[in-house]
């Protein structure tokens, strides 16, 4: 397991820091109107299963492929798609790179350079909470500032040719439903959500990105 790089961000009151080793290197972000008994439950569980939990991309291993593979079905006739990478500014050439030798470090992504499939690299601002800055005639504004750039690649045309998926989801109101009467829940928040399931070799080019440094297609 790899040590994470400590970042931690102020929280509501009622949530708080907890961590499951002696050296605080590995934080869990609890409520903090549990007791001394509920709390010291909580974390043995944790501390027990600790090896399931993620703190850095390397730390995330996912499904095993002989469970699950994801396949990219193409509508038939579909032709095949190459664009060209878009125009970034320095900064954002700067997170494309961080976020590019993190996923080839895991070894989600790999490098290739002869697929059919070629789509771009595109930054999305993160948004953080809502911040009151003066305008230009002095008047206190409510902003949504920009926190960050998010690293996506832009699938729309791959997408539309590609068969779409049907799986039967449960209504909000039923998952509710099962809370009712519940005094406790647990939300498990899913760190990097994304490259759990192994593409299948066959698929794996069509998803090659391009970006400033290089084309690359995605294991997971």
């Known amino acids: 397991m790899s040590l994470p790089q400590l970042e931690l961000k102020p929280l509501p009151a009622n949530l708080k820091y907890a961590f499951l080793d002696d050296n605080k290197t590995l ?61 970034l500014n320095p900064n954002m050439k700067e ?30 601002p993160k948004k953080s909470g809502i911040t009151v800055i003066a305008n230009d005639e002095g008047i206190l504004v409510p902003t949504r500032a920009t926190a960050g750039w998010r690293v996506c690649i832009d699938y729309r045309k791959l997408n ?12 909000i109101d039923q998952i509710l439903e099962r809370l009712s009467g519940q005094s406790f829940y647990c939300f498990l928040d899913g760190y990097s959500g994304y490259n759990q ?19 690359f297609a995605f294991r997971r």
């Open 197 to 215: 399931i192994a593409v299948y070799p066959e698929d794996q080019e069509k998803t090659t990105f391009t970006c400033p440094f290089g084309t």
């Open 95 to 124: 997170v494309v790179k961080k976020e590019v030798l993190k996923l080839l470090d895991a070894g989600i992504i790999y490098p290739i350079s002869d697929s059919e499939w070629v789509s771009p690299t595109q930054l999305v």
């Open 160 to 171: 539309s040719k590609t068969r779409k998926d049907h799986f039967p989801l449960p209504y």
């Open 27 to 87: 934080p869990v972000i609890i409520s903090s109107l549990l007791n001394i008994e509920q709390e010291g439950n909580l974390l043995m569980v944790l501390r027990k299963h600790k090896l399931a939990i993620g703190w850095t991309v390397v730390d995330l291993k996912g499904i095993d492929p002989s469970i699950c593979q994801h396949r990219i079905h193409l509508e038939e006739g579909a032709n095949p798609s190459r664009d060209a990478q878009r125009k």
